[in-house]
């Protein structure tokens, strides 16, 4: 009985260990990165791995994709670190443009749109369906925010965010001027920020 | 178009999402390196992206970490392996190519000693490789706040000389009515008729425009330069003036001009 409580206390010492990670900064990251140490890359993946998937995921609609992308982008982090500039933004910003762009390079390049001509629609859309509810549930008690944007904005954010088109292909395609996308892009991204805190 | 109607012209947000044409984003990388107003735009923008992308995040399956770094692992793999194909010619010659039965044996067991010894040399390199990089990072740190702080010192050295030289005279320019947290500081040689220049608190000038000095002589303004924010030196000597009754600041295009504007006027002082 007693081995037993022994046994729970030092699972639950041992799990509070692994919670309380200590917070590196970015700049302890990037230099552990730098010196190919293994830490910096547990770091990494532990604290944006879910992010990084959750762009990918969107991105390409599939999780066999998905599965091969997040790959790329972590290999593509570690190869190209030293090309971060930080005087352009953040560590964290860097690698979700990594990985959207990593993304939307897969849908747009030949064998992926060959692939998905070849596919039976239900299918693609059962997929969809499935990582609907995948992203639900990993959120439990969380809205999906994209959801509670207005269908134009969200629209926008799908076309631009995710499937990369350009203002002036997107303006084309809904058939509005490209100063009405500008603007809508601006409040769409204003909206979000505003969903976001109230989610805080 | 001023900097707020750029702003607020969706340009920004095409820029975090990456939807801004080379061009734009050429500028706009420029722009943000100059303007603390508009990096801070930036920042924000992006700062929602990362909010989004957190909490749009799903949780990738568990075995994909270890797969990833096996992928990594091998990749070092290989560009160690460049390394040490390197390092292989040297061993080579030590195999004589007329070996008899009788001294195989020993040299199997150099074969075994060469090949230890390189592996030992070869992870010594890494890690003295590896330490020495860190080394090298951690001076140039180093000597970059070692000039900042030299560039400090030298600039606050010549306030204080100035400050304690009796013959100099210390004439506070203060904010005018539009801006009055504003101020600067003339330092006045009664013997050379030298006059010094520090801004203590006006905001940088916009990259096409300077801060002019003037000095009133006789109720008119006469142009003593233009105060170079570009330079590293906080106090900068300008054209020296006998009699002057006032100084003042305005705010010029690069270069300086012929008589001041007086809408932009920032400080003023008198002696």
Partial sequence: MLDCQLFFYFCLKHFNFLNNQPKLS?????????????????????????????????????????????QDVFVKIWKNIAQFDSEKGRLYTWMINLARNTAIDYIRSKGFQNEQKNQSIPDFVNDSEQYATAANVDHIGVK?????????????????????????????RLDIPIGTIKTRTRNALIELKKLLKDHR | MDIKEYISSGIIEAYVMGLASEEETRILDCIQSNNPEVKQAILDAQNTLEDF????????????????????????????????????????????????ENNKAPLKWFAIAATILLVASISLNLYFNSTQNSIKNQLATLTIAQKNNELAYQNLKSKWDLVNNPTVKTIPLLGVEKHPDMKAVVYFEQNSNDVYLALENLPIAPKDQQYQLWAIVDGKPV???????????????????????????????RGGVASPTMENMYVMGKV
């Fill in chain 1, 26 to 70: 970015e700049p302890e990251i990037i230099s552990l990165l730098l010196q190919q140490d293994e830490k910096g890359f547990n770091y990494l993946y532990d604290n944006y791995a879910a992010a990084v998937y959750g762009i990918i995921t969107r991105v390409v609609s599939e999780k066999e994709y998905a599965d091969e992308i997040i």
């Fill in chain 1, 144 to 172: 999906e925010v994209l959801s509670q944007l207005k269908e134009e904005w969200r629209e926008l954010i799908d076309l631009a965010y995710y499937k990369g088109y350009t203002q002036q292909e997107i303006a084309e």
């Fill in chain 2, 53 to 100: 992308a957190s909490q749009q995040a799903i949780a990738p399956p568990p075995a994909l970490k270890s797969a990833i770094w096996a992928k990594i692992s091998e990749e070092n793999q290989e560009k160690n392996e460049i390394e040490e194909s390197v390092a292989e010619p040297v061993t080579t010659p030590l195999y004589p190519s007329q070996g008899t």
């Fill in chain 2, 223 to 253: 142009s003593l330069g233009v105060f170079d924010q570009d330079a590293a030196a906080t106090v900068q000597k300008m054209t020296a003036v006998t009699s002057a009754q006032a100084f003042a600041i305005t705010l010029e295009k």
